[in-house]
């Protein structure tokens, strides 16, 4: 809508109404004010009728503390021609809309939800949640597997065992790289005598895995646990000769889900069998322990019957008992 000029109608004052043209005052400030008038009105275009400011020409600029817009929303569209290349707009659950060609950001952008056709990132990309793929996903550099290293407690757990526990969470990376340190004599129930031998009456040494009470890892990850050394207590000096002379199975078994209750046992792979080195085997590599040299690979996933079930996908090393 084109805007219409305002022009002041302004009369001027005569000395009396009975006595005309004989002794009239006229101040000429009034026709200096009806001027400024109407140039502020017509040059800034202001119209009463729509509220509004610059219909055809628009405003240079606009300095404020604060602008407030209330209505349908912002629009910033070039001159000539007139088009609209950003605005923010109220959508029909009364949220705010912001349309842009390009978004430049100096720092950082924080937001609950992005929504786009194509990402590009140029040089690292953090997620610090889940990361869904509905497609499929093409590497053209180096995958980096994740790793961490544990140290676990040895104990006696019973009169032929000496066991372990590796306790997974929701933030366990998927190369878990294991030593085991042996409780060691003088220490009560050790299982290593502190000279040269597993203590007498231990037949094996077991690894189980649990999940974390109020931190579980996901159903579906998949883990591979490495047993990289056997030490002792106190020094942390390898104990894996000792191991090998008592001629010892290192297994590794499902242990507990704490996040479903105490007594909620997880199943290792078909619910017969454990992994590990076997010392009575006839495979080279498989029935002696080696710092580095075992490991297994698990898949963890909910099964038909909802039960916890870490599936082997793979062994080195190991086999099953």
């Given at each position: 809508?084109?805007?219409?000029?305002?022009s002041?109608?302004?009369?001027?004052?005569?000395?009396?109404?009975?006595?005309?043209?004989?002794?009239?005052?006229s101040?000429?400030?009034?026709?200096?004010?009806?001027?400024?008038?109407?140039?502020?009105?017509?040059?800034?275009?202001?119209?009463?009728?729509?509220?509004?400011?610059?219909?055809?020409?628009?405003?240079?600029?606009?300095?404020?503390?604060?602008?407030?817009?209330?209505?349908?929303?912002?629009?910033?569209?070039?001159?000539?021609p007139?088009?609209?290349?950003?605005?923010?707009?109220?959508?029909?659950?009364?949220?705010?809309?912001?349309?842009?060609?390009?978004?430049?950001?100096?720092?950082?952008?924080?937001?609950?939800?992005?929504?786009?056709?194509?990402?590009?990132?140029?040089?690292?990309?953090?997620?610090?949640?889940?990361?869904?793929?509905?497609?499929?996903?093409?590497?053209?550099?180096?995958?980096?597997?994740?790793?961490?290293?544990?140290t676990?407690?040895?104990?006696?757990?019973?009169?032929?065992?000496g066991?372990?526990?590796?306790?997974?969470?929701?933030?366990?990376?998927?190369?878990?790289?294991?030593?085991?340190?042996?409780?060691?004599?003088?220490?009560?129930?050790?299982v290593?005598?502190?000279?040269?031998?597993i203590?007498?009456?231990?037949?094996?040494?077991?690894?189980?895995?649990?999940?974390?009470?109020?931190?579980?890892?996901?159903a579906?990850?998949?883990?591979?646990?490495?047993?990289?050394?056997?030490?002792?207590?106190?020094?942390?000096?390898?104990?894996?000769?000792?191991?090998?002379t008592?001629?010892?199975?290192?297994?590794?078994?499902?242990?507990?889900?704490?996040?479903?209750?105490?007594?909620?046992?997880?199943?290792?792979?078909?619910?017969?069998?454990?992994?590990?080195?076997?010392?009575?085997?006839?495979?080279?590599?498989?029935?002696?322990?080696?710092?580095?040299?075992?490991?297994?690979?698990?898949?963890?996933?909910?099964d038909?019957?909802?039960?916890?079930?870490?599936?082997?996908?793979?062994?080195?090393?190991?086999?099953f008992?």
């Amino acid at each position: 809508m084109a805007f219409t000029p305002v022009s002041l109608p302004i009369q001027e004052i005569l000395l009396s109404d009975f006595v005309t043209d004989v002794a009239s005052i006229s101040n000429t400030n009034d026709l200096l004010l009806k001027d400024k008038l109407e140039d502020l009105i017509n040059i800034f275009e202001m119209d009463l009728n729509t509220i509004s400011i610059g219909t055809d020409n628009p405003i240079n600029y606009v300095k404020a503390g604060t602008v407030i817009a209330q209505g349908t929303g912002f629009i910033f569209q070039t001159n000539a021609p007139v088009q609209v290349i950003s605005k923010i707009e109220k959508n029909v659950s009364n949220e705010s809309v912001f349309t842009i060609d390009r978004i430049n950001a100096n720092l950082s952008i924080d937001s609950d939800e992005i929504t786009t056709n194509d990402l590009t990132v140029n040089t690292a990309l953090v997620s610090d949640g889940t990361s869904t793929f509905n497609s499929s996903v093409t590497l053209a550099g180096q995958f980096i597997e994740s790793k961490e290293s544990v140290t676990l407690d040895l104990t006696k757990t019973s009169a032929t065992e000496g066991s372990a526990r590796l306790t997974l969470t929701s933030s366990s990376k998927k190369n878990i790289f294991v030593t085991l340190k042996a409780t060691t004599a003088p220490t009560l129930n050790p299982v290593y005598d502190g000279i040269s031998a597993i203590t007498a009456g231990i037949i094996g040494l077991s690894l189980y895995i649990d999940f974390d009470a109020t931190n579980p890892p996901a159903a579906n990850s998949s883990f591979t646990i490495y047993i990289v050394d056997v030490t002792e207590e106190f020094s942390a000096t390898s104990i894996i000769s000792a191991v090998t002379t008592g001629a010892l199975p290192v297994v590794i078994n499902g242990g507990t889900n704490l996040n479903a209750g105490p007594s909620v046992a997880i199943i290792m792979h078909d619910n017969v069998n454990a992994v590990g080195i076997n010392p009575a085997s006839t495979v080279v590599g498989h029935n002696q322990l080696s710092q580095y040299g075992q490991n297994a690979s698990l898949l963890y996933i909910v099964d038909q019957n909802s039960d916890d079930r870490l599936v082997v996908t793979g062994l080195v090393g190991m086999e099953f008992f």
